[in-house]
């Protein structure tokens, strides 16, 4: 099994440009999330899905859009980008049961100059 | 009031020191709780889930008190590998998996 698997991991994009991070998980885990880390700080939520078709806004949306059209991917636009949004950027999976591990991909390190 | 609080560190111990770590949370109706840990410039990984009569994994003991809504991580015989990020973890009754800032660790030889 592979996981989280996310893509690209490494982005340097211009001010105003557009991108989209791919996160696909092959353990058909219902709940999907998205989160940012900005240095020497932790996890903040942007977006979290439940099932396909499903999604919600969590503690830092602005700036992102997502979409789940499948169980296993889950992506998150960024339209014009901005140097607020350079982070690393975190996909995590899980079952729906509520004491299961969230699993994580390795990231996404984003810089917007 | 920030849902998931935590003291940022970092602590600093020497190798056989007891550390421990606490965190508060702001929703009562949160269900669920966990202590991750983050290794520099990796992903975080589930360290141990916290259940409500307490739990021990080895040198790893969390402890949860919902009347109080703190959580705690006690961690015996400090290794050098232990040195990392200790992240508290909460979900809440609509499937949100809200993060702490986390707590960093040093284990000095």
């Known amino acids: 099994n592979a996981g989280v698997t996310q893509t690209p991991k490494f982005r340097i994009l211009k001010i105003g440009q557009s991108m989209t991070l791919q996160c696909t998980q092959d353990?058909?885990?219902?709940?999907m999330y998205w989160y940012r880390q900005d240095p020497g700080m932790g996890l903040k939520l942007i977006y979290y899905s439940v099932g396909a078709g499903i999604t919600d806004k969590g503690e830092v949306p602005n700036g992102y859009n997502v979409s789940r059209s499948t169980t296993e991917d889950f992506p998150l636009r960024l339209e014009l980008a901005a140097p607020s949004q350079t982070s690393v950027y975190f996909c995590a999976s899980s079952y729906t049961n509520k004491n299961t591990e969230a699993f994580f991909g390795q990231g996404t390190r984003l810089t917007v100059v | 009031r920030k849902e998931v609080e935590q003291d940022p560190g970092p602590f600093n111990v020497p190798e056989g020191a007891t550390v421990a770590f606490n965190c508060t949370y702001s929703n009562s109706a949160s269900q669920s709780f966990f202590w991750y840990r983050q290794d520099c410039r990796k992903e975080p990984k589930l360290l141990m889930s916290?259940?409500?009569s307490g739990n021990e994994d080895g040198r790893f003991t969390a402890q949860l008190n919902r009347a109080s809504q703190y959580i705690s991580l006690l961690i015996r015989d400090s290794k050098l590998s232990d040195s990392a990020t200790y992240l508290c973890v909460v979900k809440g009754a609509t499937n949100k998996l809200i993060f702490g800032t986390g707590t960093l660790l040093a284990v000095q030889p």
């Open positions: 353990m058909n885990h219902n709940y």
């Open positions: 916290v259940y409500s």
